[in-house]
């Protein structure tokens, strides 16, 4: 059987990965990229390609492409995307001057039932004159009904997809469901270093209070008194908030929602999981922790302290 | 100021410092959503960063569409310029649904792509051309002279790119 002629059968037999490479070798626009065919080459450098249309919307309509062979948008990889949408600034400043329009039409098909045509993704860049030049190209007016309803489905689905991708590029916020009351700022707290707080008998009730981390943090050092990363130390040196977080673990989930500063120190921690790991080192100390502290406190926050507390987290 | 894109009318279901993603007032088909950016400007006039930004919330709004009514593909489009403040609209597709956005072509001579597309180059690299006519070309004497002492020093040149220049410049000064 010549090279090219395969049958349903043949097709079925393949792996995906061998059909992914067989797409790549009959790619037009992966030809295209290796210059088998020629194509009006507007723009190139190692992982673009900009391309006049074969079959022009109006004069001067742009392909933009990856390199690469990717099938659709999604698929792109960040580095890859965020270069493509930056040169297509410049293309559509580029285009629009050279062609006297005022303006560019991106547009987008991702899968054959939006239109898409080929299987390497790309883009069209259509110069326009005005929203009415090129046929078919307005959004259509059919509405749709169900948008309220759907809505609130859409937003869940979409928090959920956007949340890796925030996280990575540090756009994550926690999200604001409570405005705590301003606490009043007036009472300065008794200064007490950690040295002379007086190890308690471990069961005796102690007064409920907002914050002890102030009284500890202002005194010890200049940086953020309310850095998570400080938490294992503060665990360590601050013996009150110890045992409130093991007695009274609702209580402080209570505190840490009242005030921002205690949220930040605690982001990301289940006071109830840490209390309970706390309350079982209490019971079963692996080393003389307690002793240690006094002489350790001058020291930054280590590594090992970092690892304890990362086990802790859910 | 006037811009429907400013103060825009719809559900929101997403926002952030520099940009909301909403469900528009009137929708113009099942699953259009609109991305927008919260300044007065056109996508190439803002920051490559908060470009990127706005394209990948685009890429996970339409991505939403799949899962919550079953789309088969996605639309992104955006009338860049012909609007001041455009939106990204994003629509949900399926092969039945009966939208077509197919334009009908108007395919061109090849020379007057070859123009068309020279243009768009020179617009790319406006200055490319003149930075080339600017260089002006060593004295055919002072070139030899150079390669003899390049020759003579070869060993000695580091190949790292910044070293080399250096050796070079240096090489220059000797008269």
Redesign the interface.
Known sequence: MPEGQLTEEDLRNMSPEEIAELQRKNCVFCKIVRGGIPG????EDEMILAI?D???????H?LVLPKEHYPL??LLPLNL??HL??KT???????????V????????????????QSPHFL?HL?P?E??MD????A??????P???T??P???K???L??KP?LAR?G?L?PTPTYTPPQLPQTVTPPIASPTEIKPQPFLQPIPLTQPIIQEVEMNTQQKDPFDPLRLPELLETNQELRRMIIQQPDQMVQFIKNSPDLAKLFQDINVHKLSQKLSEYEQHPHEPKTQHSQTQKEKPTTKADLDKIGQLFP | MNCPNCKPNGKTIYEDEESLILIPAVPACEGHIQVLSKEHKKLAELPSEKNQHLFHLANYAAASLFEILQAQGTNIIVHEGIEEHPAIHILSRKLDDGLNFQWEPKPSPPDEMDEVAQKIRDQIFPDADKAIEKKEPAPQEKIIQIEKQLEAVKDKIVDTPEKENYLLRQLERIP
Do not use: C, D
């Open positions: 009006k080459k507007v723009y006049l074969i079959n022009p919307a109006s004069k001067g742009t948008l999604p995307f965020n949408f930056t600034q410049q293309l559509i400043v580029a285009i629009e001057k050279a062609t329009n005022p303006g560019v039409t991106v547009f987008i098909a991702n899968g054959a039932a939006a239109g898409q883009f259509i326009r005005n929203l090129v046929g078919n190209l959004l259509p007016n059919k509405g749709w169900q948008a309220e759907i809505a489905l859409l937003q689905q979409l928090t997809l956007l991708y590029t756009k916020k």
